[in-house]
């Protein structure tokens, strides 16, 4: 007999493979060693002494060959056989902070947003209009045109014309550009708390998200130490914190720069930071100060944030802190932009801005 069959799914089988279950694991490494992949085994290899991760059966060599036959990692020859990530390997790290960081997610349809207006989409609403020249043929409104050329011209004769013709009225769908600002100071690794490491699986998380959910939006990414400068999705794994200050203005002109040249209308700034403004760049020489809130610094920073409502552009702010004088910081900078602004533990940073986003999607604050 020709056909399939089908057996019980066994979902505990997956979880015993070997190679995923190591595979998760040293993802997670990668993403803390920014990118080293000899680091990254060192560590895996380390905590397999401790906690006997492989067996006999399988160990950290024939982990390392799978990932080199999977093509999750290659070997470069011109540097003596050194062991990078592939493309497949940045996916892979992109889907798992997707998972791990908003795995309430589930699939929709195409990556559109929803608002509450009609116009061109992909939604039905309840609604349904005469035909007019440029309307989608896929809005047709099957059932009442029949009705309509019945009724027109009866059942001997029939025949559907243009004024028969009725369609469905769709959701507009907005589309949105987004930059998204992440902070790179050393206070994110500071006091002996990694910082950098969630921050940098929330970026991995939004992007997937946009890339799969929202493939018509657009998302920059861009960090901010002394300067700032753009980054490639690709590098977000293996971004590092450098030994800089806090240039938050440098950060909110580059964004407002990229966002001037997006034709797209609805706009936003998100910024990832866990400390107050420290520098600001006059020329080729910074004006640093870590002491403290600098009124130079300040002023410069709100009124930035003045002209991002002046043009339309909402920040919201995620503060990794709850100090009171930076509390007090946030609340001045979301007073001026008429943002919003949330004060996140690292465990809850990635919910925080998932809604957030989702909810700017559907409707456009005023």
Not at 137 to 146: G, H, P, R, T, Y
Not at 201 to 213: C, G, S
Not at 226 to 234: P, R, V
Not at 302 to 313: N, P, S, V
Request: aromatic letters at 10%; proline letters at 3%; one cysteine or more.
């Amino acid at each position: 007999m020709i056909g399939w069959r089908f057996t019980d799914f066994d979902k505990d089988a997956f979880a015993d493979d070997p190679f995923e279950r190591l595979l998760q694991i040293f993802q997670e490494l990668l993403v803390y060693t920014s990118g080293d992949v000899s680091e990254a085994l060192s560590w895996l290899t380390e905590l397999d002494k401790q906690y006997e991760l492989t067996d006999e059966n399988y160990g950290i060599s024939d982990f390392i060959q799978d990932l080199i036959d999977k093509g999750y990692i290659s070997e470069s020859k011109a540097k003596g056989g050194l062991l990078n990530p592939t493309t497949k390997m940045e996916i892979a790290l992109r889907r798992k902070a997707l998972d791990d960081i908003f795995d309430q997610l589930q699939k929709s349809k195409r990556g559109n947003h929803i608002t509450r207006n009609t116009g061109y989409g992909d939604e039905f609403t309840s609604e349904v209009r005469p035909f007019q020249f440029g309307d989608k043929l896929d809005n047709i409104a099957v059932s009442e045109s029949l009705r309509n050329a019945q009724i027109n011209h009866g059942i001997d004769e029939f025949r559907l014309t243009q004024n028969d013709l009725e369609v469905h009225e769709t959701y507009f769908k907005s589309q949105t550009s987004s930059v998204l600002m992440l902070d790179i100071s050393h206070s994110m690794i500071l006091y002996g708390e990694d910082r950098i490491t969630p921050a940098k699986k929330v970026a991995m998380a939004l992007a997937e998200l946009i890339k799969t959910r929202y493939p018509k939006d657009t998302l920059d990414i861009i960090v901010f130490g002394n300067d700032a400068w753009k980054i490639e999705i690709k590098d977000l794994p293996y971004l590092q914190v450098g030994p800089y200050h806090t240039n938050t203005v440098a950060g909110l002109e580059l964004a407002m720069d990229i966002l001037r040249r997006r034709k797209n209308p609805n706009k936003q700034i998100m910024m990832i930071t866990d400390g107050k403004p420290t520098c600001l760049k006059k020329g080729k020489k910074y004006y640093k100060n870590a002491f403290g809130l600098d009124r130079k610094i300040l002023n410069r920073t709100l009124g930035l944030a003045t002209k991002c409502r002046k043009l339309g552009i909402p920040i919201t702010t995620f503060m990794i802190a709850t100090d009171p004088y930076l509390v007090n910081f946030v609340d001045q900078f979301t007073r001026a932009n008429d943002g919003k602004a949330f004060y996140s533990s690292l465990r809850g940073l990635g919910e925080f801005i998932f809604m957030d986003y989702k909810d700017n999607k559907r409707k456009r604050k005023q």
